[in-house]
């Protein structure tokens, strides 16, 4: 498979939804990019018998294959990890911090502003989490899927 080599191009602003921070992304070709966010979410998750609320910040970096669309379109595919924090609430009281684990699939459209250099994106981020804590004999583990819709504006340059 042929890659048709591109000049560095870089993209950087801001992500808002079920994740809101910082969006980079670099691409690597006309079809290959690395996108990175940092950002903060709110999660529902189902564990047990149970529904808990979860806000996280998390490093969210996907590797990102773009197939080329009419009228300056791109859908892309690709996957990542989902690193960082997370903590879950109780009657709206914080009640744990905990270090999350996790692995995505990402799929998603975005258009490429001609006569300005802007890309806007939309993101759909099905995936797996893990909570995790430990400290002196006490752990504690927690599965559930995080899933995260988004919008995204990013700069070019």
Known sequence: MATTAVKAQHEIGA???????????????????LQTDLA????QAAVENWSIGMYDFTVN???????????????FVGGGLSLGMLNYLNG????????????????G??????????????????GYGLGFRGSKGYSYTLNY?????????RYKF
């Open 15 to 33: 992500i808002v939804g079920g994740m809101n921070g910082l969006s980079y992304k670099y691409w690597f070709s006309n079809h290959f990019a």
């Open 40 to 43: 903060v979410g709110l999660t």
């Open 61 to 75: 970096p996907n590797a990102l294959y773009h197939f080329d669309l009419p009228d300056n379109f791109k859908i």
């Open 92 to 107: 709206g009281y914080s009640e744990s911090i905990m270090g999350k684990f996790g692995i995505n699939a990402d799929a």
């Open 109 to 126: 459209v975005s258009y490429d502003i001609q006569s300005v250099p802007l890309v806007l994106a939309f993101d759909f981020r099905p």
């Open 145 to 153: 899927f995080d899933w995260k819709v988004a919008f995204a504006i």
